[in-house]
């Protein structure tokens, strides 16, 4: 597609409730970020892939949180046994192998633990 | 609608000039706003954001309401400034990104 794309927009689950948030990057971009912020404050680094390579897990946030890329293309990120404080917008973005272009950002998934 | 715009794709300033990144914005409530910054080989970081009225590595950024801006601004550019910037604001709904700017600082 022509950006970036995550689902769902929002959702709203129960404490304790896993949920998995969805994003499809720009064909092509090999480098793909999830990102989340809460409220009032800035974002928040939680992984990044790149091509091949392990992911740089080293901004989630606890064991709670798992993603995967597959393909090298769609990632999803896992929350288990979410809590309050996990609600957030949760955004994805993706760019190019040398970044040059920059970041295309995903519209975000809010995610509302209640 | 909501919108951030960064007119600017390229920005070149010699090393010693002033910098100064545009950013407007349309939202119809009032918008938190930010800049970030991605320097070359990293990630995406905050840089300042206009409720905490700082200044951060000789940037500044003032939220003019009137004209719906958020400038970013440096007196004398330094090398180390070259970097992409991103504008964005958050509102009741979600986080909107300008595209960003490219700055190239010329020696």
């Given at each position: 597609?022509?950006?970036?794309?995550?689902?769902?927009?929002?959702?709203?689950?129960?404490?304790?409730?896993?949920?998995?948030?969805?994003?499809?990057?720009?064909?092509?971009?090999?480098?793909?970020y999830?990102?989340?912020?809460?409220?009032?404050?800035?974002?928040?680094?939680?992984?990044?892939?790149?091509?091949?390579?392990?992911?740089?897990?080293?901004?989630?946030?606890?064991d709670?949180?798992?993603?995967?890329?597959?393909?090298?293309?769609?990632?999803t990120?896992?929350?288990?046994?979410?809590?309050?404080?996990?609600?957030?917008?949760?955004?994805?973005?993706?760019?190019?192998?040398?970044?040059?272009?920059?970041?295309?950002?995903?519209?975000?998934?809010r995610?509302?633990?209640? | 609608?909501?919108?951030?715009?960064?007119?600017?794709?390229?920005l070149?300033?010699?090393?010693?000039?002033?910098?100064?990144?545009?950013?407007?914005?349309?939202?119809?409530?009032?918008?938190?706003?930010?800049?970030y910054?991605?320097?070359?080989?990293?990630?995406?970081?905050?840089?300042?954001?206009?409720?905490?009225?700082?200044?951060?590595?000789?940037?500044?950024?003032?939220?003019?309401?009137?004209?719906?801006?958020?400038?970013?601004?440096?007196?004398?550019?330094?090398?180390?400034?070259?970097?992409?910037?991103?504008?964005?604001?958050?509102?009741?709904?979600?986080?909107?990104?300008?595209?960003?700017?490219?700055?190239?600082?010329?020696?």
């Open positions: 597609g022509a950006g970036v794309s995550q689902s769902p927009s929002n959702k709203v689950t129960e404490k304790g409730k896993d949920v998995e948030l969805r994003c499809d990057p720009i064909s092509g971009h090999t480098a793909l999830w990102y989340r912020q809460s409220l009032g404050q800035g974002l928040e680094f939680l992984i990044y892939f790149q091509g091949n390579s392990a992911p740089d897990k080293s901004g989630l946030p606890s709670r949180f798992s993603a995967e890329r597959t393909g090298g293309s769609v990632s990120l896992t929350i288990q046994r979410t809590q309050q404080e996990d609600s957030a917008v949760y955004l994805c973005a993706s760019s190019s192998p040398t970044g040059f272009d920059g970041y295309t950002f995903g519209s975000g998934t995610l509302t633990v209640v | 609608a909501q919108r951030v715009t960064q007119p600017e794709k390229l070149s300033v010699f090393k010693g000039a002033p910098v100064e990144l545009k950013c407007n914005y349309s939202y119809s409530g009032s918008p938190e706003l930010f800049w910054v991605q320097y070359s080989r990293q990630r995406l970081q905050l840089l300042l954001r206009h409720i905490s009225r700082e200044s951060i590595k000789g940037f500044t950024a003032d939220l003019n309401k009137g004209e719906t801006s958020f400038h970013l601004k440096k007196p004398f550019a330094q090398e180390e400034d070259s970097a992409m910037y991103y504008c964005a604001l958050t509102g009741d709904d979600k986080i909107i990104f300008g595209k960003g700017t490219r700055l190239h600082i010329l020696p």
